[in-house]
């Protein structure tokens, strides 16, 4: 199922931004590598973020069995600096290199909210939205934006729409999905209350935990070269600077392995 209602240097994030004093949770047990239960939801502003930054998380835990389906809050819309190209179409472009690119890490679903690209807010619309896909989709795990990281370094702004989604996504798992007097309109829908179990917050600002995408790193490469209005014909480059913030990732917080994805984790009981 399928429902669809530049290259931008931005897109690549801060070439590092991660924290060699980031201290790890305490949890009971080793900290986690795989959700705990079968289904995950990917929550993010845009086509081509969940490639950027947890792309190779996304193919691991797919390749590992898990059930991955995505959100999209927007579909992209003004996600290029060509003044000729119309919004509706560049759109449509962009969500069918999202599906191709969802497909080629292992994911199953693609649905996008389409909300207008650039103005993004944490709005009771965007949160009820949001409600619903989780509702429906009824995931174990989520993986959302950072909605805390304003930027990184002095070389990156983070993208406003990619807060408000961050920000939105976690007011959406807590408490309004879980609750049934929020959203009532929901229920006539036969959309009924879901907990979610634990949120895997994406993020290069102090991550507390971080998982191996070595093995995979190739197929997160898979996913990032479906978005060729993004990256287009410089796609080497991207490359190069996604692997060594990958590396830098692993290195810089003593990891035993080579490339990693970092971040926040929220075990909600």
Avoid at 9 to 21: D, E, I, Q, T
Avoid at 239 to 262: D, T, Y
Wanted: negative net charge.
């Amino acid at each position: 199922m399928v429902r669809i209602d530049k290259i931008n240097p931005a897109a690549f994030g801060p070439p590092v931004l991660v924290s060699r004093y980031a201290v790890p949770m305490m949890l009971d047990g080793p900290l986690p590598t795989l959700p705990e239960g079968n289904s995950v939801l990917v929550v993010m502003a845009h086509p081509d973020d969940a490639e950027f930054g947890c792309g190779g998380t996304i193919a691991k835990w797919a390749a590992a069995g898990k059930e991955i389906n995505y959100v999209l809050c927007t579909s992209g819309d003004k996600g290029s600096s060509d003044p000729d190209i119309s919004p509706y179409r560049l759109a449509q472009t962009r969500r069918s290199e999202q599906i191709n690119a969802a497909h080629a890490l292992g994911a199953r679903d693609v649905v996008f909210l389409s909300h207008e690209d650039g103005t993004l807010r944490n709005t009771i619309e965007l949160r009820r939205d949001i409600v619903r896909e989780i509702r429906r989709f009824r995931p174990d795990a989520v993986i959302c934006q950072d909605p805390t990281m304003r930027f990184g370094g002095n070389r990156y702004l983070n993208h406003p729409d990619h807060r408000a989604a961050g920000d939105a996504c976690l007011d959406a798992v807590y408490p309004s999905a879980r609750d049934p007097h929020v959203f009532p309109e929901l229920l006539i829908e036969e959309l009924k209350p879901h907990k979610v179990r634990e949120v895997f917050m994406s993020t290069m600002q102090a991550p507390d935990i971080w998982i191996d995408i070595t093995e995979c790193f190739e197929r997160k490469l898979d996913g990032l070269r479906q978005h060729v209005s993004q990256v287009g014909d410089r796609f080497d480059q991207v490359v190069e600077r996604i692997r060594e913030r990958s590396r830098q990732v692993a290195k810089l917080n003593n990891l035993p392995f080579e490339m990693g994805e970092g971040y926040r984790y929220f075990r909600l009981d």
